[in-house]
């Protein structure tokens, strides 16, 4: 029988504004391959204030939400309304959103795990969300939404309702997992700076990489090289905010003004304007997620030791 071991709890309590409640799940261990977390966040109003914070860029996630003012823009468009079952493919952009209420029920997506459970390629969902309801793409995920949300919320009873319902899921092994594990793993290691590496280390040629990242991870080998090295600066900075961006840069960075360039191509704003900006939500998140899965982000997830 499967089950989800609850994992973190953590509180952000900002003076009026809505309260936030985050707490991170661990899938079972057939499950890992697929799924890095399951998280609840609660936010109850105060006032009329509302939480506004960026994700950072990641792998796909799926996420239903009960009541709520969820918005959300990626990179820079303009907030647009979420859906209550909304579905995002893996991102190269933050994504800015507001909130001011509601339950919502997230499920972080490895790249083996898009693979496994959408029926699409993760290139046609890169940089967006859709609403899973309306795509057919999603419809494993729709039976989640008439599942959850009781009168008495009893986060562990739901968390292992996700759980049993993944697991009904997994079938049969799918042609491509080895080799999606494989590029995800190289992908991971800190060590590999060039798309040429990349390919070495996951026995393709760089021409049969390029096709196979678009759809298995939504970009190109070399874009994702970028965003890996770009996360785990990005991650020093959010578990130690007083340390200087020159602290937190990754040893293959150049130089500062390198660091600057992919801070802005992915975040969309430069590295001192987002220190500027409070995150009510993701700082609490890091730290959770780093408690419950041993990673502050889910794009540095490691394949090779999910379970």
Do not use: C
């Not at 739901?158 to 049969?172: N, P």
């Not at 060590?191 to 280390?201: K, M, N």
């Amino acid at each position: 029988m499967t089950s989800a071991k609850h994992a973190a709890d953590s509180a952000v309590p900002p003076q009026d504004l809505p309260q936030v409640r985050l707490r991170f799940f661990l899938p079972s261990a057939e499950l890992s391959r697929y799924v890095t977390t399951y998280y609840h966040m609660e936010i109850t109003p105060s006032g009329d204030g509302k939480l506004e914070d960026y994700l950072h860029p990641e792998w796909g996630n799926i996420r239903i939400g009960l009541g709520g003012d969820l918005a959300a823009g990626v990179g820079t468009e303009a907030l647009a309304p979420v859906p209550r079952f909304v579905a995002t493919g893996p991102t190269s952009l933050s994504t800015r959103f507001s909130v001011s209420s509601g339950r919502f029920w997230g499920i972080g997506l490895l790249p083996l795990g898009w693979l496994k459970f959408v029926n699409a390629p993760a290139r046609l969902y890169a940089d967006r969300f859709v609403d899973g309801g309306a795509d057919p793409a999603f419809a494993m995920f729709a039976p989640l939404t008439r599942s959850l949300f009781g009168e008495n919320a009893d986060l562990d009873a739901e968390a292992k309702r996700i759980d049993t319902h993944m697991a009904a899921l997994v079938g049969q092994r799918l042609n491509d997992e080895d080799a999606v594990t494989k590029v995800h793993s190289a992908l991971v290691n800190t060590q590999i700076a060039t798309v040429s590496e990349l390919a070495e280390q996951a026995d393709m040629s760089v021409r049969s990489l390029e096709r196979f990242s678009r759809k298995a991870f939504g970009f190109t080998p070399k874009l994702l090289l970028r965003r890996q090295r770009f996360l785990r600066s990005l991650s020093e900075f959010m578990l130690d905010p007083s340390l200087s961006w020159l602290k937190t840069m990754d040893h293959l960075y150049h130089d500062q003004a390198h660091f600057v360039r992919d801070f802005k191509r992915f975040m969309s704003m430069t590295p001192n304007q987002y220190r500027d900006l409070p995150h009510p939500i993701l700082m609490a998140a890091v730290r959770g997620r780093a408690e419950a899965a041993g990673q502050t982000m889910q794009g540095l997830h490691d394949p090779g030791t999910s379970s």
